[in-house]
């Protein structure tokens, strides 16, 4: 992670934003001197100002503070292009419609990729009735198991949210075709697509 606040970070957004430096000042409430200061590097914001400047950078605040800022090309909001984010501290799990900034537990969160199952992570789907039977043949032991299935098609997605000790299993209500996505906490996220309907 970067250091808090550089000055490059803040003369970079303003000047992605075409904002003088008087401009920014003014949204922010301070005097055009404090950003000069800030973007020469002879001093840094008060923490009390870092959110009225993200939303005046037009950017978030953890965008700010690390200087990655992430484009989202995929304005359209597709399902089936969305991103996973899971945290590699506590499993929380993020899903967004395009790539995002996010983090947790003090970590910045990368989008997963999504792989083609190995032998290892072996997706068995099954048309039962109405319902996609989904299951893996994994362990699911506290140090090595299947955090979450999900079916995602163009126009929704189910999550189940598994832990260990349970089965690596989920049934969801059968619907279009799409992906079925599982993510396993050691192993990353793996992904297969539904039966073809009869």
């Not at 870092?50 to 304005?75: H, I, Y």
């Not at 983090?103 to 990729?113: A, D, E, K, Q, R």
Request: proline share 4%; charged share 25%.
């Amino acid at each position: 992670m970067a250091t808090y606040l550089t000055a490059e970070t803040i003369k970079s957004l303003r000047e992605a934003r075409d904002l003088t430096q008087g401009a920014l000042a003014a949204a922010v409430g301070v005097t055009d001197k404090a950003v000069s200061k800030w973007e020469t590097g002879r001093g840094l914001p008060d923490i009390a100002l870092v959110e009225p400047l993200a939303q005046a950078l037009g950017v978030s605040v953890a965008e700010l503070l690390t200087g990655d800022v992430r484009q989202n090309a995929n304005r359209a909001g597709n399902l089936n292009r969305a991103k996973f984010y899971v945290c590699p501290v506590c499993g929380n799990v993020v899903y967004a419609l395009g790539e995002g900034s996010f983090s947790c537990c003090g970590v910045n969160l990368m989008p997963c990729i999504a792989e083609e199952p190995d032998d290892d992570h072996a997706i068995t789907v099954e048309c039962l009735d109405d319902e996609w039977y989904v299951t893996l043949d994994h362990p699911m032991r506290k140090d090595h198991y299947v955090s979450f299935i999900a079916y995602v098609t163009t126009d929704g997605i189910t999550f189940k949210k598994l832990y260990p000790e349970q089965d690596a299993a989920a049934r969801f209500r059968r619907g279009m075709s799409g992906t079925i996505y599982a993510y396993c906490n050691r192993h990353g996220l793996f992904r297969v697509r539904t039966p073809r309907r009869a």
